[in-house]
């Protein structure tokens, strides 16, 4: 009889540990969009894939992957991530009672879905993040150093050193796993600084980009400190083009000298040239000079040519009267003379 019912108690076992996986591997959402590499619990995960309770979803340093639940929460997860889907508690297929994740390292964006506000919660090593029926970014260092900036709606963030509550958009909250915890101000590009990490909030910076609704959100003034893109190949720079020779200075145009005017000469397109040329006359007549365009003034010089040496004629004609008159004086004095000489 007890043989009977040590048989019955481990065929028993048997079946509740087969069922057991079969409930834990229910499936809470699935994924929408997969960059790169992204690994769950059973390998890696590919778009469509279902993502399941106590599920550890991992990004590699190039890594993205965007997620919906059944209540419609959505949840990104950036480059060098590491998230663990902690628990999740059915209402109804509209909504849970429960849905926890722990943030163990990595940069996110949360946008809440159909579940009531207290239904949400996320872990980190510095607090708790509880949500308000909002979207926020938030990011986990090496250290456990937590960021939480606000995007929509309002959150609150509770540690060792007490709560801040995020009420505006773009305020945000750093806090330490000791119990530092900074005061709630204006996101601005310095935070990088502080958290040490240059790819920090890559959704705010644009550094990643998401798809859908989802990618919508953030902004904050935070696009001016991007830093170098590795979820991507950078194409190559282009080619800077060779600097122009500038063309040197035009030389500034020396006066001319004025040149004594000459006269035009003659075009050949004038209608005399056009004539044969066995009817020109072999001396052309002095009107047919003074007619001609350009002759004007050469005849002119030649008159006073003429003149000039008609004056030098004219007194070579004086000198020689002159000297004729001269000559009579002589003869006439000789005469006289001579008639003196035989009286």
């Given at each position: 009889?007890?043989?009977?019912?040590?048989?019955?108690?481990?065929?028993?076992?048997?079946?509740?540990?087969?069922?057991?996986?079969?409930?834990?591997?229910?499936?809470?959402?699935?994924?929408?969009?997969?960059?790169?590499?992204?690994?769950?619990?059973?390998?890696?995960?590919?778009?469509?894939?279902?993502?399941?309770?106590?599920?550890?979803?991992?990004?590699?340093?190039?890594?993205?992957?965007?997620?919906?639940?059944?209540?419609?929460?959505?949840?990104?997860?950036?480059?060098?991530?590491?998230?663990?889907?902690?628990?999740?508690?059915?209402?109804?297929?509209?909504?849970?009672?429960?849905?926890?994740?722990?943030?163990?390292?990595?940069?996110?964006?949360?946008?809440?879905?159909?579940?009531?506000?207290?239904?949400?919660?996320?872990?980190?090593?510095?607090?708790?993040?509880?949500?308000?029926?909002?979207?926020?970014?938030?990011?986990?260092?090496?250290?456990?150093?937590?960021a939480v900036v606000l995007l929509n709606g309002a959150a609150r963030f509770c540690g060792p050193g007490g709560?801040?509550?995020?009420?505006?958009?773009?305020?945000?909250?750093?806090?330490?796993?000791?119990?530092?915890?900074?005061?709630?101000?204006?996101?601005?590009?310095?935070?990088?600084?502080?958290?040490?990490?240059?790819?920090?909030?890559?959704?705010?910076?644009?550094?990643?980009?998401?798809?859908?609704?989802?990618?919508?959100?953030?902004?904050?003034?935070?696009?001016?400190?991007?830093?170098?893109?590795?979820?991507?190949?950078?194409?190559?720079?282009?080619?800077?083009?060779?600097?122009?020779?500038?063309?040197?200075?035009?030389?500034?145009?020396?006066?001319?000298?004025?040149?004594?005017?000459?006269?035009?000469?003659?075009?050949?397109?004038?209608?005399?040239?056009?004539?044969?040329?066995?009817?020109?006359?072999?001396?052309?007549?002095?009107?047919?000079?003074?007619?001609?365009?350009?002759?004007?003034?050469?005849?002119?010089?030649?008159?006073?040519?003429?003149?000039?040496?008609?004056?030098?004629?004219?007194?070579?004609?004086?000198?020689?009267?002159?000297?004729?008159?001269?000559?009579?004086?002589?003869?006439?004095?000789?005469?006289?003379?001579?008639?003196?000489?035989?009286?």
């Amino acid at each position: 009889m007890w043989g009977w019912r040590s048989v019955s108690i481990a065929m028993l076992c048997i079946a509740l540990s087969g069922a057991w996986p079969a409930l834990a591997a229910e499936p809470v959402g699935q994924a929408v969009v997969i960059k790169t590499q992204v690994t769950g619990q059973s390998g890696p995960i590919e778009v469509d894939t279902s993502v399941h309770r106590n599920e550890r979803i991992k990004t590699s340093p190039s890594g993205l992957g965007q997620f919906v639940f059944r209540d419609g929460t959505k949840l990104a997860v950036g480059w060098g991530s590491s998230v663990v889907i902690d628990k999740y508690v059915f209402d109804d297929s509209q909504s849970v009672k429960k849905l926890t994740i722990r943030a163990a390292k990595g940069t996110f964006r949360w946008v809440s879905g159909n579940s009531n506000s207290s239904a949400y919660q996320i872990l980190t090593p510095a607090g708790t993040i509880g949500v308000r029926g909002t979207a926020f970014d938030f990011y986990v260092g090496p250290d456990g150093t937590t960021a939480v900036v606000l995007l929509n709606g309002a959150a609150r963030f509770c540690g060792p050193g007490g709560c801040r509550q995020l009420q505006q958009r773009c305020d945000c909250v750093v806090a330490k796993p000791n119990g530092d915890m900074s005061a709630a101000r204006r996101v601005d590009p310095s935070i990088l600084a502080t958290l040490g990490n240059q790819r920090a909030l890559p959704f705010l910076s644009g550094n990643q980009r998401l798809a859908g609704g989802i990618g919508m959100l953030g902004g904050c003034n935070m696009a001016s400190a991007a830093p170098e893109r590795r979820d991507r190949n950078r194409p190559p720079p282009p080619a800077s083009p060779d600097p122009q020779k500038q063309d040197p200075p035009p030389k500034q145009a020396e006066p001319q000298k004025e040149r004594p005017h000459k006269p035009d000469k003659p075009h050949h397109d004038k209608p005399h040239h056009d004539r044969p040329h066995h009817d020109r006359p072999d001396r052309p007549d002095k009107h047919d000079g003074h007619d001609r365009p350009g002759n004007h003034s050469q005849n002119h010089g030649n008159d006073r040519d003429h003149r000039g040496h008609d004056r030098d004629h004219g007194g070579d004609r004086d000198h020689d009267k002159d000297r004729d008159r001269d000559h009579g004086r002589d003869r006439n004095h000789d005469k006289g003379r001579s008639f003196n000489r035989n009286r």
